[in-house]
């Protein structure tokens, strides 16, 4: 059975190892992108701050994808970004990317964000068709401070 439920301290390692392999799967550099955040292997305490959640997707007790919100660095606090949302292939088209993305702009809400950011590839054209699908428009240049010199498609939705 799938559920998706907020991180805990156990699944660290299980959640850095489903985006690593994402990310390798599609071919992601390592530099410039999640894939070298120094808050991928501790996502339980990094989203333990004030106004930031953790989303991890279980199927029969193995993590196969996640998703946060948390405040966009370097920008107004109404402005938060939809941070490391990744699922292996086992989790794709079952629903599970609109499930998460309900989750997390409820979350966003919920806590008073005003707009939501995001960052992704050019060729990662499913996420894309999600976002769209979730009210999210491109933008012409980056916002915030989110260190991904390497995702050069930059995305913003109003809640």
């Given amino acids: 059975m799938i559920t998706i439920r907020p991180i805990q ?12 392999s994402v990310l390798i799967e599609h071919d992601v550099p390592k530099v410039g992108t999640a894939y070298a955040d120094v808050s991928l292997d501790s996502m339980f305490e990094t989203y ?19 998703a946060g ?6 920008e107004s606090e109404t402005i ?6 990744y699922f292996l292939p086992e989790a794709r088209g079952l629903g599970v990317g609109s499930e998460m993305m309900e989750k997390c702009l409820t979350f966003a809400q ?9 960052e992704t590839m050019p060729y990662m054209h499913a ?5 769209l699908k979730f009210g ?20 913003l939705k109003e809640l």
């Avoid at 333990?48 to 996640?66: C, L, M, Q, T």
């Avoid at 919100?69 to 370097?74: D, F, G, K, M, P």
């Avoid at 938060?80 to 949302?85: D, S």
């Avoid at 996420?127 to 976002?131: D, F, I, P």
């Fill in 110 to 118: 919920s806590v008073g964000f005003e707009k939501c950011y995001l």
């Fill in 48 to 66: 333990s701050a004030p106004r930031s959640r953790y989303f991890v997707v279980e199927n029969d007790g193995k993590i196969i994808g996640g």
């Fill in 80 to 85: 938060c970004e939809l941070q490391k949302m």
């Fill in 9 to 20: 301290e156990a699944d660290n390692k299980l959640i850095a190892a489903v985006i690593r």
């Fill in 136 to 155: 999210f428009h491109y933008i012409d240049a980056p916002m915030g401070c989110t260190g991904h010199t390497s995702c050069p498609v930059w995305m």
């Fill in 127 to 131: 996420a894309q068709k999600l976002y």
């Fill in 69 to 74: 919100i948390s405040q966009l660095e370097n």
